[in-house]
T-cell receptor
Framework: DADVTQTPRNRITKTGKRIMLECSQT?????MYWYRQDPGLGLRLIYY???????NKGEISDGYSVSRQAQAKFSLSLESAIPNQTALYFC???????????FGDGTRLSIL | AQRVTQPEKLLSVFKGAPVELKCNYS??????LFWYVQYSRQRLQLLLR??SRESIKGFTADLNKGETSFHLKKPFAQEEDSAMYYC?????????????FGKGTKLSVIP
């Protein structure tokens, strides 16, 4: 089945470390998104990409960067992790109509 | 800027009772609204969208532009409905198609 895969599923790291979260998809979708989910705050958009050459900031992009290496791959980086970036991170994809968005299983990131 | 408000963080109902999960929005254009659901240990997934006017798993939602609401309803709650529910609004302005999510409501159905 076509899918959205996130790696790693869980990560614990220390403040100041550089971290990369990866997302790959076999759905053939053009659009990819990164969200973070915090208890009581819901999902907030970090970055989104319409294709390999089109990357856009979302609501909370500060402290994050992304790379769209190919249509199927969209990675999220934390250059110098800080504890308030501890959250559940979701990757999602969609076709050009934008809906529905298909989500991965999430990466649980803990920064000590 | 658009905003989605889900006033209840937690909603507990007994099995067989009616359920209404509230969602209000603010948006200057013509909104597109969705409900997403996240069951325990599962991915977030689309439940329904207002343009489809469909019923999924017994849930319906009607867009009320006058009240700027998109409440999710089910006449008889089931235990398997226990999950986190998110209302979302799509920003179609300038072709961005971003989704803005509410903070979510956790539905707990008591046996």
């Amino acid at each position: 089945d076509a899918d959205v895969t996130q790696t790693p599923r869980n990560r614990i790291t220390k403040t100041g470390k550089r971290i990369m979260l990866e997302c790959s998809q076999t759905k053939g979708h053009d659009r990819m998104y990164w969200y973070r989910q915090d208890p009581g705050l819901g999902l907030r958009l970090i970055y989104y990409s319409f294709d390999v050459k089109d990357i856009n900031k979302g609501e909370i992009s500060d402290g994050y960067s992304v790379s769209r290496q190919a249509q199927a791959k969209f990675s999220l980086s934390l250059e110098s992790a800080i504890p308030n970036q501890t959250a559940l991170y979701f990757c999602a994809t969609s076709d050009r109509r934008g809906q529905p968005q298909h989500f991965g299983d999430g990466t649980r990131l803990s920064i000590l | 800027a658009q905003r989605v408000t889900q006033p209840e963080k937690l909603l507990s109902v007994f099995k067989g009772a009616p359920v209404e999960l509230k969602c209000n929005y603010s948006y200057s254009g013509s909104p597109e609204l969705f409900w997403y659901v996240q069951y325990s240990r599962q991915r977030l997934q689309l439940l329904l969208r207002h343009i489809s006017r469909e019923s999924i798993k017994g849930f319906t939602a009607d867009l009320n532009k006058g009240e700027t609401s998109f409440h999710l309803k089910k006449p008889f709650a089931q235990e398997e409905d226990s999950a986190m529910y998110y209302c979302a609004l799509r920003d179609s302005g300038a072709g961005s198609y971003q989704l803005t999510f509410g903070k979510g409501t956790k539905l707990s159905v008591i046996p």
